[in-house]
Antibody, heavy 121, light 106 residues
């Protein structure tokens, strides 16, 4: 059974930094692209970033480009999102998600329970 | 960026009803479209991928169709557990984009 467990969320001041992690199990982590999707309170889903299986390709939403960095450790089956220069509008539940494959066109077929990030002074 | 729109934004329905949700892409995406279901307080769940392929374990009352710019999700006979929000998402290119969602209410 695929399991994705996020951690690292919390309260951070505007301009601050936070690192989210996602522990993956139940599948061959090295075969699949992974991503982060967020949801602001009461709002819809927003794709944040994706990384290919071997970290060759990374992509970001314009709203986070230059501030967020996605990475993965295939030896530890872990996905990370380093967030810096945080803004109020980054407040959201952040979901870790597994892609259906490692192609450039894929979907998210497994999701974690999410971790809440609150950016506020 | 490819913009995704959905209609309606919300729909009131009863158990047993047929519900249709539409999604439109601002440019052609072939069949690179997914539908997700999200219940309050829960994570999204993949229902349909490649516009019309049913994800494993998803009931057959869910179906998807369309290609190019116009897509449809149909719930043929609404069940109590189907009251949720539904989102379309294009997988044609980055940045990935979601529709604003459709809330299916009682």
């Amino acid at each position: 059974e695929v399991q994705l467990v996020e951690s690292g969320g919390g309260l951070v001041q505007p301009g601050g930094s936070l690192r989210l992690s996602c522990a993956a199990s139940g599948f061959t982590f090295t075969r699949y692209a992974m991503g982060w999707v967020r949801q602001a309170p009461g709002k819809g889903l927003e794709w944040v970033s994706s990384v290919s299986s071997g970290s060759v390709s990374t992509d970001y939403a314009d709203s986070v480009k230059g501030r967020f960095s996605i990475s993965r450790d295939n030896s530890e089956n872990t996905l990370s999102l380093q967030m810096s220069s945080l803004r109020d509008e980054d407040t959201a539940v952040y979901y870790c998600a597994k892609a259906t494959d490692n192609s450039g066109k894929n979907y998210f077929d497994s999701w974690g329970q999410g971790t809440l990030v609150i950016v506020s002074s | 960026d490819i913009q995704m729109t959905q209609s309606p934004s919300s729909v009131s329905a009863s158990v047993g009803d047929r519900v249709t949700i539409t999604c439109r892409a601002s440019q052609g995406i072939d069949s690179w479209l997914a539908w997700y279901q999200q219940k309050p307080g829960g994570a999204p769940k993949l229902l349909i991928y490649a516009a019309s392929s049913l994800q494993s374990g998803v009931p057959s009352r869910f179906s998807g169709s369309g290609s190019g710019t116009d897509f449809t999700l149909i719930i043929s006979s609404l069940q109590p557990e189907d009251f949720a929000s539904y989102y379309c998402q294009q997988a044609y290119t980055f940045p990935r984009t979601f529709g604003p969602g459709t809330k299916v209410e009682i």
